[in-house]
């Protein structure tokens, strides 16, 4: 109570500062979003909804039954201690550029650019892909109900109109936002898990006969529905308790998805998925009533726009989170004075996708870019593994354990990315590695770009939200510039404390003798 009481007093008489400390996130808006808020957000960018349909389809595609449940139990393992190496990070700041900022905490900068280019290569393109796969879903409903948009320019019309709405939704805020999406995702995740319920309609289907890289592809489809779990991170500075809420839902988010997931792929080990995959694939003609086949895909359609709209809002946050570092232009830290949401990143990151989705209607590129996002993804969380361990010695906090775990999924994902690479080249598919390989390579090019040109943008690398002024109580904390000027909190010295008075020794007695 002494030192709260000196804190006090020393408060009354403390002057204020000249220039007030603030975060170089502030405009974003801080504490705002709740945990509910914040959890919407990551089950979204997962959508696990529509996951529950490809991945059966896809065990029952590639793997045994048998094979496949215990290849996506490894996959939401391996994604579980990647999100324990995430919240090293999480409990103890809070940064609107996610992964990427984490990684230059622990590896500098040159690896934090690398995964910059990879993790926003990993949600543009799964905003595209969810969003090709939403709109041929609506286009589906509409060709039930007798409107046809098989033409190049209906494709191009709903692809518009869905990236309206979507852009609607997002500039609306992040909480408006996040609130739509969750009552988006849960309607759709009822209804498919209401029908996975159902007894089966017949005997199970038969075991494939075997695919080469069968299992490979399996754990990459487990991985990528349930890459998105981090899609919190991006909005710790936005969260009321950053450190609390966005570490619970780092850890919450794979344990959700990961049980769903399983339960789809017992359904398709039981045949109580074949309804569905039947459905989805073949519509009335697979037997399926024409009400199922509409509601079906009313609700894939839900769940994938609701992911591309949740990755469009993850990426909009690492582009403006880049803004602010001047790593890309500044007009993209353009913020609504309003809904504190960065407009300016938002409108970009939802045209770059709306067109790539249009275009992949004609070209067909959806296979190779789903293998390079998936490659993407799976180099992302490597480098966060990597990084948590440099982290943590670096402040010198290591346990064994979390070395241990970090060490485990960091050689895991990249087991599985030099498979991916080597199966592709196998497969004599050189363009999707080629494509993997230039992006990995363009955080290093930019790197090298940057200290030549501009030495002094890397030095702003890795802004994360900050103590301000406003809340530390006067006289209680020491403020100093930094490497630029702006007024941060520093570890300053703690006021001395008082001695209690010494005693001095009496004088000798002379006749003591």
């Known amino acids: 109570m002494s030192a709260l009481s000196d804190a006090i007093s020393r408060s009354f008489s403390a002057g204020e500062p000249e220039r007030p400390a603030v975060s170089p996130l502030r405009a974003l808006g801080r504490r705002r979003l709740s945990g509910i808020e914040v959890l919407a957000q990551s089950v979204a960018t997962t959508a696990p909804a529509a996951s529950m349909v490809v991945l059966p389809m896809t065990v029952l595609r590639y793997a045994t039954p048998l094979t496949g449940v215990l290849t996506i139990l490894g996959a939401t393992i391996l994604i579980f201690l990647i999100a324990l190496c995430v919240t090293r990070f999480t409990r103890r700041q809070a940064a609107a550029g996610g992964l990427y900022s984490f990684v230059f905490q622990g590896l500098g900068t040159r690896a934090a650019l690398t995964t910059g280019v990879a993790i926003l290569a990993k949600y543009v393109g799964s905003a595209t892909l969810t969003l ?19 033409g190049h320019a209906a494709t191009v019309a709903v692809h518009a109109a869905v990236a309206a709405v979507a852009l609607a939704v997002l500039v609306r805020g992040a909480r408006f936002a996040a609130l739509a999406l969750l009552a988006v995702e849960a309607g759709s995740l009822l209804f498919i898990v209401a029908l996975t319920l159902l007894p089966p309609a017949g005997p199970a289907p038969p075991a494939p006969t075997g695919a080469p890289h069968g299992l490979l592809y399996v754990a990459l489809a487990a991985v990528f529905a349930l890459a998105g779990f981090e899609s919190a991170t991006f909005f710790g500075p936005e969260a009321k308790r950053p450190l609390v809420t966005i570490t619970r839902t780092v850890l919450l988010t794979p344990l959700i998805c990961g049980g769903l997931f399983v339960f789809a792929a017992w359904a398709a080990w039981t045949g109580r998925a074949t309804t569905l995959v039947e459905a989805y694939l073949h519509g009335t003609a697979s037997g399926a009533s024409a009400p ?4 079906l895909n009313l609700g894939l359609t839900c769940s994938w726009l609701a992911s591309a709209t949740a990755s469009s809002h993850a990426a909009s946050r690492l582009v403006y989170s880049m803004g602010v570092e001047r790593l890309l232009p500044p007009f993209l830290t353009a913020v609504h004075r309003r809904f504190r949401t960065p407009y300016a990143a938002l409108l970009c990151i939802v045209l770059l996708v709306t067109v790539a989705s249009a275009l992949s209607t004609a070209v067909p590129v959806a296979d190779t870019l789903r293998t390079v996002v998936r ?14 361990i440099r982290f943590l010695r670096r402040i010198r906090e290591q346990t064994p354990g979390a070395v241990g775990w970090a060490l485990v999924a960091s050689l895991a994902g990249t087991a599985l990315l030099a498979y991916l690479l080597v199966a592709r080249v196998v497969d004599a598919d050189v363009g ?8 990995l390579s363009a955080g290093a090019v930019w790197h090298r770009h940057l200290r030549r040109r501009r030495p002094g943008d890397l030095t702003r690398v890795g802004a994360f939200d900050c103590a301000e002024s406003a809340d530390v109580l006067p006289g209680a904390g020491v403020f100093a510039p930094d490497a630029h000027g702006n007024p941060v909190l520093v570890a300053g010295r703690a006021p001395p404390r008082r001695r209690p008075p010494q005693r001095e020794a009496p004088p000798p007695d002379p006749d003591a003798a």
């Open 292 to 295: 199922l086949v509409i509601a």
């Open 432 to 439: 999707a590695p080629a494509v993997i390989v230039a992006l």
């Open 375 to 388: 490659a993407m993804v799976v180099a992302a969380y490597v480098l966060v593994a990597v990084a948590s």
């Open 132 to 150: 090709y796969s939403g709109t041929a879903a609506l286009s589906a409903v509409l060709g039930e109900l007798g409107i046809d948009v098989t």
